[in-house]
């Protein structure tokens, strides 16, 4: 019988231990904190987005984001299903494709999966922090609390940087480092977004819907439609991170990053420029602001007209054609610099990682040190907003976890 060390009891270091143990191995999970699974608690706000009906390579991002293809496609979205049933969760399944516990709740399923483990006999070793893993011949060392076990194989799945209060550390780059793989620098993802801007702050707190398009180095590399939120230190919601990976990744690369914002949405232009010549010559004698606040929230209209250059005690009679004009193009295409991250903290996921030119991706097993696998965020992949990262994760633990059992 395989003994094998799962360092991480995330997501993909769960579902590994599960297939590791029904394929007969003997599984131990080392987890740093006093519990497993606290990501997978925290995850789509409570309610735990747990996997995509339909995920492809086109999902995610990376060095290779090829290197998911194989996984994927063991990883059936049938397959997770029967898997679920089998450890007594059922999913509610909506049309766009992402799912959810039944019950709504993220503990239902951290619950089934404590439940298998524990029906199963992997030992879980909580608040036990690995400090080392070294190769000695054919088995594994791990050194964690001042003491020493062997294995025979040995699943880094400690997740990425993302979520620090979580328990979140680098240190499975570090342990991969120490077997001579290459780390890909980590960046955040599916994060807010900060702003080099005077004004964004004033509109802290307005939540609205808008079309979002993600320019890089002056060139339009993403677009994303849903809310907007206005904060203090610049801007969230899930149309921005929609669109965090790119921003994120490019900031990194110390590209110029710039969005526009769509207000209106629902106007093209030449509709919008009726609409509000329509508006203006039904209150001649109101002010531009009292005639804006009929179609944006409040809080945006000043420094909106600000930028547009339009004084917001204006009487609408005495607007300029070239102020319609300016006023429509800036509703429809309202530019702002991003100059940062909101950072690790605050980012669900990470991007960069372990490169994965060095893993095997049929096996997750480290073309460097035979024995030695790797699944789940820690990995030089990341996916979108949508179950995607989820996704891989019990993919690649499933692989890992069956591989190491042979």
């Known amino acids: 019988m395989n003994k094998i060390a799962i360092i991480g009891g995330g997501a993909a270091g769960l579902m590994a231990a599960l297939s590791a143990v029904r394929a007969g191995a003997d599984v131990t999970i080392y987890e740093r904190n006093s519990g497993v699974g606290k990501k997978i608690l925290a995850s789509g706000n409570g309610r735990c987005n747990i996997i995509n009906t339909a995920s492809c390579t086109d999902d995610y991002a990376g060095t290779d984001p090829e290197f998911t293809a194989y996984a994927l496609k063991q990883l059936s979205f049938d397959y997770f299903v029967n898997f679920c049933t089998s450890i007594g969760l059922l999913l509610d399944i909506k049309e766009d494709g992402r799912c959810y516990p039944l019950s709504n709740e993220a503990k239902s399923v951290l619950i089934a999966f404590k439940s298998a483990v524990s029906d199963a006999g992997i030992q879980i070793l909580t608040e036990h922090t690995v400090s080392a893993v070294s190769k000695e011949k054919h088995s594994f060392v791990i050194d964690a609390n001042h003491e020493k076990m062997i294995y025979n194989k040995v699943l880094i799945a400690t997740g990425s940087q993302a979520a620090p209060q979580l328990g979140a550390t680098d240190d499975g780059y570090r342990f991969a480092r120490g077997f001579g793989h290459k780390i890909v620098p980590a960046y955040p993802s599916l994060v807010q977004l900060h702003l080099n801007s005077q004004i964004h702050h004033k509109m802290a707190g307005v939540k609205t819907h808008a079309d979002v398009t993600l320019y890089i180095g002056g060139k339009a590399a993403a677009k994303a439609t849903g809310d907007i939120l206005f904060a203090n230190y610049g801007i969230s919601g899930l149309a921005i991170l929609d669109i965090s990976q790119k921003a994120s990744y490019a900031l990194m690369k110390q590209q110029r990053v710039m969005l526009s914002l769509d207000l209106l949405p629902c106007f093209d232009a030449q509709t919008l420029e009726r609409t509000l010549s329509k508006l ?108 995607y990262n989820f996704n891989f994760a019990w993919a690649s633990g499933m692989i890992a976890g069956k591989e190491m059992a042979k």
């Open 280 to 387: 203006c010559d039904s209150l001649p004698r109101h002010t531009i602001d009292t005639v804006l606040s009929g179609l944006l929230p409040a809080k945006t209209i000043p420094p909106l007209l600000t930028d547009a250059g339009i004084n917001h005690s204006k009487i609408v009679s005495g607007l300029t054609p070239k102020e319609h004009q300016n006023l429509s193009a800036i509703i429809k295409n309202w530019k702002f610099e991003v100059s940062g991250t909101h950072g690790f903290k605050h980012a669900e996921v990470s991007g960069g990682g372990i490169a994965t030119v060095q893993i095997n991706n049929k096996t997750m097993e480290s073309k460097l040190t035979s024995g030695l696998y790797f699944a789940g965020e820690v990995l030089d992949i990341v996916g979108r907003r949508g179950g």
